[in-house]
């Protein structure tokens, strides 16, 4: 069977509805394509208007068109799109409107529309968001949602046809302090400014496309003249609030598409916020590329793009293997586990790079040293694996073999007073791999050594009592303790740095992480947990990269930071509530 016969079954011709609702087609969403992604779900967001300046209205937010859960204005949710394969579709994200300056005496600028495009499709337009009108008086520019007005002017319009928002609020109708209308927001209208207050944003529209839902739209709130009164509250959904006689308008968030807010008597508006385009559809594979992101929930795979792109269903820039949250930068496709799991590459991959992060360790009784960090192993050309080892050798995996991915927890925390727990191994493994094992991070015992591990436990406060060894290549040694007079622990180690050694008034600083950009962004991981001490004493600060402080007194010791196999903090008391380990983290990235 062909791999269009295989994307649509046996007749390819026929429509297909929302995937969650059954909608309804809108006329302006109908599209037909013989082959391709039959039931592309999207959202799409235009920029939002900027505040208008002093006393200025509140900016609309960008119209919002969606498939998903709910659609801006109280529209009828659109039909999916249809799309055909080896096309490139055209992504346009816009920038908000710009804010009104008070020194020129302006309204806000329109925000940019959102727009896909491309192919035979109905081009899908999200107009940008209205501006809030400024001093010179006047009503709110018309947008997706509208923005706010002044004086006695009705609030701007919204996009009539399809419906994407609200109108903007009016202007008071009395003379000073001039509470100008909150831009309108993809859920309710902007209100009215009143002699006391400027008019709130009307709130946005919560969407869930990504599997999370997330309020979008939300517009500005107006702005007010005078001292001693309020500026009209921005909208859910990012809305900027509105200034008073003592501040400008907040600007909108960006990629939520909300609108500034108008400025306070004398100062400036707030920019709106940038729009946003994301599409989804459901396939055990992916079936495009481009997107400031790609990841999976489920079996959807979620294209988001924050700023203008590419949809590309191209045949050979499809997908080369499955599992895990999928992203990609930098020409690069990234794998993120954060939860144990299996790695099946579609096609043979070679030089692909790594990174492995065991569980950080839990500690345990009182003066106790940090936990050590979980064994870092990374194979990232120019990066560094644990304990200032050069990167390891990347790696080449197989068509059709599933890869094991073993995902470590943090050690568990124990009961008070007791010792803590080693955290828990990570790991690649498959047939024909030699197994990429990370080994979890080395714990603390009351009045004792510090216990080995991929990166070692700091030692108990007690005299000569020293830290566990790290393994070489994923981490450093723990810090010794002191004691018996004072007793301090030492310092978890981490994977760029050893733990600290313990003073008669300092507990040992947890080890430093190290950095790496595996996922085209720099991340800290692997630090270990600061040493406690059993009276007052602060305990020993945390390693950078998920590393948790030593505690203090009968505090609670800072638990390691899921996802880095950062160690715990050091347990003070034995009435303290001792902290838990960090769970790790395995990446896996290629060539796209």
Not at 30 to 35: D, E, P
Not at 357 to 380: H, K, L, N
Not at 493 to 514: D, I, K, R
């Amino acid at each position: 069977m062909s791999l269009p016969s295989r994307l649509l079954g046996a007749n390819p011709s026929v429509q297909v509805s929302s995937l969650l609702t059954g909608a309804i087609a809108t006329p302006s969403a109908k599209i037909g394509v013989s082959s391709g992604l039959t039931a592309v779900d999207f959202l799409a967001i235009g920029g939002g208007g900027g505040g208008g300046d002093s006393r200025g209205g509140g900016g609309g937010a960008g119209g919002l068109r969606s498939s998903v859960t709910a659609t801006g204005g109280g529209g009828t949710l659109e039909t999916p799109l249809v799309l055909a394969t080896n096309t490139a579709y055209t992504i346009t994200v816009s920038a908000g409107g710009s804010r009104g300056n008070h020194n020129s005496g302006n309204e806000g600028t329109q925000g940019g529309n959102a727009v896909i495009s491309g192919g035979s499709i109905s081009t899908i337009t999200a107009t940008g968001g209205g501006y809030g009108e400024g001093s010179g008086g006047g009503q709110g520019g018309s947008g997706g949602s509208g923005g706010g007005s002044v004086q006695n002017a009705t609030g701007g319009s919204r996009t009539a046809s399809p419906v994407q928002g609200n109108n903007g609020g009016a202007g008071h109708t009395g003379g000073e302090p001039y509470g100008a209308g909150g831009g309108g927001g993809a859920g309710a209208t902007g209100s009215a400014g009143t002699g006391s207050v400027g008019g709130a944003g009307g709130n946005g529209v919560a969407v869930d496309i990504t599997g999370t839902s997330v309020t979008y739209a939300g517009g500005g709130g107006g702005g007010i003249g005078l001292s001693g009164y309020t500026g009209g509250a921005g909208g859910t959904g990012g809305g900027g609030a509105g200034g008073n006689s003592n501040a400008g308008g907040s600007a909108g968030t960006q990629n939520l598409g909300a609108g500034g807010g108008g400025g306070g008597g004398g100062y400036n508006g707030g920019d709106g916020g940038s729009g946003r385009v994301i599409l989804r559809y459901s396939s055990p594979t992916r079936l495009a590329s481009g997107g400031t992101s790609i990841t999976q929930n489920g079996n959807y795979w979620i294209h988001d793009f924050t700023s203008s792109g590419t949809f590309d269903t191209t045949l050979p820039t499809l997908g080369k293997a499955s599992g895990g949250t999928v992203t990609t930068s930098g020409g690069y496709t990234i794998h993120t586990f954060n939860s144990s799991g299996t790695f099946t590459p579609s096609q043979n991959l070679t030089n692909v790079e790594y990174l492995v992060i065991a569980g950080g360790a839990s500690t345990g009784a009182e003066a106790g040293g940090g936990g050590g960090a979980g064994g870092y192993r990374c194979s990232v050309v120019g990066e560094t694996s644990g304990r200032g080892a050069t990167a390891e050798s990347r790696i080449s995996l197989n068509s059709g073999t599933s890869y094991t991915i073993t995902v470590g927890a943090g050690g568990a925390r124990n009961a008070q007073g007791q010792n803590g727990n080693r955290g828990n191994e990570s790991s690649i493994t498959g047939q024909g791999l030699l197994s990429i094992i990370s080994f979890g991070g080395g714990y603390s015992e009351f009045i004792n050594n510090g216990r080995g591990g991929g990166s070692g436990g700091g030692a108990g406060g007690g005299a000569s009592k020293i830290g566990g060894l790290g393994v070489a290549g994923q981490g450093y040694d723990g810090g010794s303790g002191v004691g018996p007079s004072v007793r301090c622990g030492g310092g978890g180690g981490g994977a760029g740095g050893a733990g600290g050694n313990a003073t008669t008034s300092v507990p040992g600083a947890g080890g430093a992480g190290l950095a790496s950009s595996i996922t085209g962004t720099s991340v800290t991981r692997g630090g270990g947990g600061g040493g406690a001490n059993n009276a007052s004493i602060a305990g020993g600060t945390a390693g950078s990269g998920g590393g948790g402080a030593g505690g203090t007194g009968n505090g609670e010791s800072g638990n390691g930071t899921a996802n880095t196999g950062g160690g715990a903090g050091g347990q003070a008391s034995s009435n303290a509530t001792p902290g838990r380990g960090g769970s790790g983290v395995v990446i896996i990235r290629y060539a796209s």
